[in-house]
């Protein structure tokens, strides 16, 4: 199989904060469908560099990716790990040099398509869903105290967004002092017109499984999607927000391919 995707669009807004503490990969101006890695980091830590982590969360994993995956050849789980590692590593070598900075972390969310499959890879409460006609068929797990909660019958799941340690997170890059067991998916289950959905808690503060799933219905484009997300979060979030939209556009069968070529070279040999 080979997967192809639709141009991706994205957000990254400060919302009501002073400064925005969230970071993508890649960034809007530069994304085309060429592109295989997508990053989206919310920095924890506010006055101890929050923004600081993000950027190098998503610049380290990101370089991490472009200098060893061709060397490599084999993309697996082992590969997102170490990927981490190097991170947590860039981490150590920022925080000596700004020791004011101790104390930053980062939420993880990362998506990685495959030919045959997409890997995603997560810590802390950005979410990655994938969407299909309008339904989520897939979504990650938060790592957050209040999902703990929810999960252990200690709240109810409608009053976890108003709950005043909503952002409480056991899951986030540090640096290799407290490595993150950060959790790996491989998704076999991919159909062209799905839509897979990355995005911050300042998203999903702002807008509920089913109102993204009422925007993910409409018969419209990726991009005017994230436009209603993007405005909808500005009356409503009160965080950072930032979402990436990754649109499948085919799903090619290689084999069917190769016999269909080696038909016509059969016929003009």
């Known amino acids: 199989m080979n997967i192809k995707i639709q141009k991706p669009f994205s957000v990254s807004e400060i919302g009501q904060r002073v400064n925005n503490e969230d970071a993508i990969y890649p960034h809007s101006e530069y994304v085309t469908v060429n592109d295989r890695l997508f990053l989206v980091c919310d920095g924890v830590g506010g006055s101890n560099k929050g923004e600081v982590a993000s950027s190098v969360a998503c610049e380290s994993i990101q370089t991490y990716f472009q200098t060893f995956l061709e060397k490599e050849k084999v993309f697996d789980p082992a590969f997102i790990e170490k990927a981490v590692r190097y991170t947590e590593i860039r981490f150590d ?20 398509i495959n030919p045959e499959s997409v890997f995603i890879a997560y810590a802390g409460d950005s979410r990655i869903y994938q969407f299909r006609n309008g339904k989520i068929i897939f979504k ?22 108003k709950h005043p340690q909503k952002n409480v997170i056991y899951k986030a890059i540090q640096g290799s002092k407290v490595p993150v067991d950060v959790d790996i998916i491989k998704i076999n289950n991919v159909l062209p017109d799905d839509l897979f959905f990355m995005c911050t808690d300042g998203v999903t503060e702002a807008l509920s499984d089913e109102e993204l799933c009422e925007i993910f219905l409409e018969k419209n484009s990726s991009e005017d999607k994230i436009t209603i997300i993007k405005e909808r979060c500005r009356y409503k979030a009160r965080d ?18 190769k016999q269909a070529m080696t038909s016509f070279l059969y016929l003009f040999a």
Request: charged residues 20%.
């Open 240 to 257: 950072n927000y930032s979402a990436y939209i990754i649109p499948i556009q085919e799903i090619e069968d290689m084999n069917v391919f």
């Open 140 to 161: 990650t797990e938060d790592h957050s105290l209040v999902n703990t909660m929810v999960k252990n019958g200690q709240i109810a799941p409608e009053n976890a967004h």
């Open 93 to 112: 070598d920022y925080l000596k040099k700004n020791p004011d900075a101790k104390g930053m972390a980062t939420t993880l969310s990362l998506l990685y």
